[in-house]
Structures are given as C-alpha cells and as structure tokens.
T-cell receptor, first 112, second 116 residues
Framework: SQQGEEDPQALSIQEGENATMNCSYKTSINNLQWYRQNSGRGLVHLILIRSNEREKHSGRLRVTLDTSKKSSSLLITASRAADTASYFCATARSGSARQLTFGSGTQLTVLP | SAVISQKPSRDICQRGTSLTIQCQVDSQVTMMFWYRQQPGQSLTLIATANQGSEATYESGFVIDKFPISRPNLTFSTLTVSNMSPEDSSIYLC?????????????FGPGTRLLVL
C-alpha cells in the first residue's frame, strides 16, 4: 500500500519560478528520497535526506524533513522547462532492507 | 553509480501466458527489488530479491504469481505468471548501492507489459 501522499497532484508554473512539492508519510522511517520520472522513462534519484537531518541542498534542489509532522518538501528554484516531469517521494523503512515506499507523485509542468 | 538494464524493454502478451523479465546490474549489489507501476500511478513494491534465498513478498503479491530468482549479486529475474490484462504495467528492477555512509537506490528503465 502507498505510504506517502504528495501534494499538489499537479503543478504548473512559468520558467524561472520556484516549485514546491510536499510529501506526507505515516510510519517511522530511516530516510526519505526524492525521484524524478520523465514521461515514459525510468526514475532518476535526486536527493536523500536521513531521518536525523532537517534540510539538505543539491544544486537548485532544497529538501526539508519534519519527522514530528511526518512530512517533507522539495523545492526546485529557478525552474526550467527541462524540469517538467513527475516527482515522487519515497520513504525507506527502518531495518536492514530499507525498502522504499513511494508516494503518489506530483506532475510538474514548467512552461517556457 | 550503477547502471541497470532490463530485458525485454516492452512486450505484448496473450492472457494466460507467462513472461520473464531480466535485470542486470553492472556492479555487485546487496539489495535488489522489483516494483510495478500501473498506468498513471506511482510505484508499488512487489518483492525484495534475496541472493541465495526466496524473495520476500509484499502484501498482495505471492510467489506463485511473481516468482523471482536472484542467482548472484548482479542479476535477478521476475516472472509474471498466468497473465491477465490487469497485469499490464511497467515493471521496474531496482538496486541499492551503499558507499560509506551514503546510499542510493537506482532503477532500471522498466519493462512495459501489455496483456491482451
């Protein structure tokens, strides 16, 4: 079953604007990861944030994690048309296998 | 990083038949997983492919329907058995690479399956 819910389900912005996507989950986690999927393509790993971290940056990406609220956000700054894709959060279970459970995803469209 | 390849990339199958999907990783990995992504949906974990032992299946998935092999640290197969149109999905192989304190889970390009 899906653990995570993401909002919004769809987001449309102009190039240059910032895009924020949110993810909520239900159980305790080891880490949370964000992935991008271009239409009809495989998943690309974007960033991982551990349960003891609160914020992480990678290039134009900023991820926050609030374990007390069981939520995370992904911010893409200065968006580009090439950022158009589906974005998924995935939570890794505690334990050695750390299987990923994916959220429902946000479809981001960046208009040129 | 890891490069994961899957074969076939896509297939169209008749109901009642079976299809075996192969997954090859370009380096040895401890953990491999199989996911399903139904049209317009997110990914759902089918099972963890354990090297040298039976796969660990998630709720709603059973070995008779989705037998998995993992003969070594770089290869795994997933069979979709006795297929029905409801099995039409993208099936993705995944492998986790751990380097020091960091880890990344990589995904193959997926196998698009259409069952008629």
């Amino acid at each position: 079953s899906q653990q995570g819910e993401e909002d919004p389900q769809a987001l449309s912005i102009q190039e240059g604007e910032n895009a924020t996507m949110n993810c909520s989950y239900k159980t305790s986690i080891n880490n949370l990861q964000w992935y991008r999927q271009n239409s009809g393509r495989g998943l690309v790993h974007l960033i991982l944030i551990r349960s003891n971290e609160r914020e992480k940056h990678s290039g134009r990406l900023r991820v926050t994690l609030d374990t007390s609220k069981k939520s995370s956000s992904l911010l893409i700054t200065a968006s580009r048309a090439a950022d158009t894709a589906s974005y998924f959060c995935a939570t890794a279970r505690s334990g050695s296998a750390r299987q990923l459970t994916f959220g429902s995803g946000t479809q981001l469209t960046v208009l040129p | 990083s890891a490069v994961i390849s899957q074969k076939p990339s896509r297939d169209i199958c008749q109901r009642g038949t079976s299809l075996t999907i192969q997954c090859q990783v370009d380096s040895q990995v401890t953990m491999m997983f199989w996911y399903r992504q139904q049209p317009g949906q997110s990914l759902t974990l089918i099972a963890t492919a354990n090297q040298g032992s039976e796969a660990t299946y998630e709720s709603g998935f059973v070995i008779d329907k989705f037998p998995i092999s993992r003969p070594n640290l770089t290869f795994s197969t997933l069979t979709v058995s006795n297929m029905s149109p409801e099995d039409s999905s993208i099936y993705l192989c995944s492998a986790r690479i751990t380097l020091g304190a960091g880890e990344t889970q990589y995904f193959g390009p997926g196998t698009r399956l259409l069952v008629l």
